[in-house]
Structure formats: C-alpha cells, structure tokens
Nanobody
Framework: VQLVESGGGLVQPGGSLRLSCAAS????????MNWYRQAPGKQREWVAR????????WYADSVKGRFTISRDNGKNMVYLQMNSLKPEDTAVYYC???????WGQGTQVTVSS
C-alpha cells in the first residue's frame, strides 16, 4: 500500500494550492478518502472526506467553502483544491484511506507573506 502526496509549497495569504495524492496497492475505489493536516505543536486534524463512489463530500468547518476534495477512481487519485488560504492553514497535509492505517508521508503547505 502506498499513498504519495504532492503539490504543497509556500503561498501568500489568499492564494490557492492543489494537493494530489496518488494511491496504489489497494482497491482505491472501495474506500472513502480523507485529507488530514497537522500543524506544528498540534494534533492531526481531519480536513475533508470524499465517499468511494457516490461523490459525497464532507468538510471541517474551518475549511468549508474554501477547500474542495475530489477523486478520480480511474487514476487512483484524490485531490484537495485549497482556495483563500490563510496562515492558519499552514500544516503538513496527509491523505488517508478511511478506516485504515494507510497514510502518506505528507506534503508541507506554508501560508505566509
């Protein structure tokens, strides 16, 4: 099982980033997928989830209206489009297969002027 996140970087407040997560080694389309984040000195925080097939999505209140999670089951990919970024969005972002211990290595997002 492998989850590989990419797309992080340094962005100014109000900017946008699109994170990607490439999955392999398991039946990707059979799992809901999550994005989590962990800021320095804080616990890991759930950000968003997409269902396996129906396209349903759920968001933490802190990102609702600014972030969009999506997936492409044909490519075994899950994405997180992040708009109107704020300094408090600074964290390492991880993807996760719901209900499993499948985690990626994370990608750093820094929002700073």
């Amino acid at each position: 099982v492998q989850l590989v996140e990419s797309g992080g970087g340094l962005v100014q407040p109000g900017g946008s980033l699109r994170l990607s997560c490439a999955a392999s080694g398991f039946t990707f389309s059979g799992y809901a997928m999550n994005w989590y984040r962990q800021a320095p000195g804080k616990q890991r925080e759930w950000v968003a989830r997409t269902s396996s097939l129906s396209g349903n999505t759920w968001y933490a209140d802190s990102v609702k209206g600014r972030f969009t999670i999506s997936r492409d089951n044909g490519k075994n990919m899950v994405y997180l489009q992040m708009n109107s970024l704020k300094p408090e969005d600074t964290a390492v972002y991880y993807c996760n297969a719901y209900g499993t211990d499948y985690w990626g290595q994370g990608t750093q997002v820094t929002v700073s002027s």
